[in-house]
């Protein structure tokens, strides 16, 4: 079964809502098998872009398919060593790892395996914020607005809680502390430390709901995870950060983070997934690091 034909069926199975698939992944159904095959555009996009978002498509259409027992992403590698492809090939790594239904085809080359080495080397150190967050917003109706405000619900709403936004999460390599996945642009919107509970939410306002938000929170949960695990360390400078980042770390250095959640905050999704929501929700959930993914409106933080 095709692209095509794998589209007829989800709009079938979803009374027809108007929904397609990403002119920049090809897919494949047989025998239970759903085979996902990237492009070059999606391992060096965005991951919130549609030919990047390879979790968000797998998830959503297992959900929307019960015949589908097992997913298989494939890829070629780029030529030349990128930090958007090794960001790529530690998410493909990290969704295996955390569903025993998902397989993946990892070409054989010398770049793919350097990306491979180092995700479990011990020398990935995450990128930590340098100066405060502005205090408003240039548009007073934009996304990042209505984050500053959620920022001021949560400082009133949990007062013995440590809260902060915009925490990066690009990765450097040891030795010297080069780039090793996109250190801009890449942050989780809103955290919350609550006890031994951090929880990270990734903010989409209105009518913003590209599928890639679950690619993009799944990328972010297994950053934390990994932080809470050792597997990847924190500088000595981040403990000086701002955003109350420090204090994050001081309390991941003493190991006292033990729950993790991650929370979408948007009031819509896509429709692929809004039509089956809690059948994604609990696919998300059956993974390995017992990490909970929950959805929130954008006032019920």
Same mark, same amino acid.
């Given at each position: 079964?095709?692209?095509?034909? #794998?589209?007829?069926?989800?709009?079938?199975?979803?009374?027809?809502?108007?929904?397609?698939?990403?002119?920049?992944?090809?897919?494949?159904?047989?025998?239970?098998?759903?085979?996902?095959?990237?492009?070059?555009?999606?391992?060096?996009?965005?991951?919130?872009?549609?030919?990047?978002?390879?979790?968000?498509?797998?998830?959503?259409?297992?959900?929307?398919?019960?015949?589908?027992?097992?997913?298989?992403?494939?890829?070629?590698?780029?030529?030349?060593?990128?930090?958007?492809?090794?960001?790529?090939?530690?998410?493909?790594?990290?969704?295996?790892?955390?569903?025993?239904?998902?397989?993946?085809?990892?070409?054989?080359?010398? !770049?793919?395996?350097?990306?491979?080495?180092?995700?479990?080397?011990?020398?990935?150190?995450?990128?930590?914020?340098?100066?405060?967050?502005?205090?408003?917003?240039?548009?007073?109706?934009?996304?990042?607005?209505?984050?500053?405000?959620? /920022?001021? /619900?949560?400082?009133?709403?949990?007062?013995?809680?440590?809260?902060?936004?915009?925490?990066?999460?690009?990765?450097?390599?040891?030795?010297?502390?080069?780039?090793?996945?996109?250190?801009?642009?890449?942050? #989780?919107?809103?955290?919350? /430390?609550?006890?031994?509970?951090?929880?990270?939410?990734?903010?989409?306002?209105?009518?913003?709901?590209?599928?890639? !938000?679950?690619?993009?929170?799944?990328?972010?949960?297994?950053?934390?995870?990994?932080?809470?695990?050792?597997?990847?360390?924190?500088?000595?400078?981040?403990?000086?950060?701002?955003?109350?980042?420090?204090?994050?770390?001081?309390?991941?250095?003493?190991?006292?983070?033990?729950?993790?959640?991650?929370?979408?905050?948007?009031?819509?999704?896509?429709?692929?997934?809004?039509?089956?929501?809690?059948?994604?929700?609990? /696919?998300?959930?059956?993974?390995?690091?017992?990490?909970?993914?929950?959805?929130?409106?954008?006032?019920?933080?």
């Amino acid at each position: 079964m095709n692209t095509n034909e #794998i589209l007829e069926i989800l709009r079938q199975s979803l009374s027809n809502r108007r929904i397609d698939l990403p002119r920049d992944m090809d897919f494949s159904l047989s025998c239970g098998t759903l085979d996902i095959l990237m492009t070059a555009e999606g391992l060096l996009s965005n991951m919130q872009e549609n030919a990047s978002a390879f979790e968000s498509w797998a998830l959503c259409i297992k959900a929307a398919l019960p015949q589908i027992d097992r997913v298989t992403v494939g890829w070629n590698a780029p030529a030349r060593p990128d930090t958007h492809y090794n960001r790529f090939v530690y998410r493909a790594v990290r969704f295996e790892e955390n569903y025993s239904w998902v397989t993946l085809r990892i070409p054989d080359d010398s !770049i793919t395996a350097a990306a491979l080495a180092d995700i479990d080397s011990n020398t990935l150190i995450l990128n930590h914020p340098v100066v405060d967050a502005k205090a408003l917003a240039s548009d007073s109706s934009s996304e990042a607005a209505r984050e500053r405000d959620l /920022l001021s /619900l949560m400082v009133g709403r949990h007062p013995d809680s440590i809260v902060g936004q915009q925490l990066p999460t690009g990765l450097k390599k040891l030795p010297d502390g080069a780039e090793w996945s996109p250190c801009h642009g890449s942050a #989780i919107d809103l955290w919350m /430390l609550e006890q031994d509970t951090l929880r990270i939410f990734e903010l989409k306002k209105g009518d913003n709901r590209p599928i890639g !938000i679950i690619s993009q929170l799944m990328f972010y949960a297994n950053i934390m995870a990994d932080l809470i695990s050792g597997r990847i360390s924190c500088p000595a400078e981040a403990a000086s950060a701002p955003r109350s980042a420090d204090r994050l770390y001081a309390r991941l250095a003493e190991k006292g983070i033990k729950r993790l959640e991650a929370i979408f905050l948007s009031d819509t999704m896509h429709t692929l997934c809004s039509a089956q929501e809690e059948r994604v929700l609990s /696919l998300l959930n059956e993974n390995s690091r017992n990490i909970l993914y929950r959805r929130h409106g954008t006032d019920t933080i």
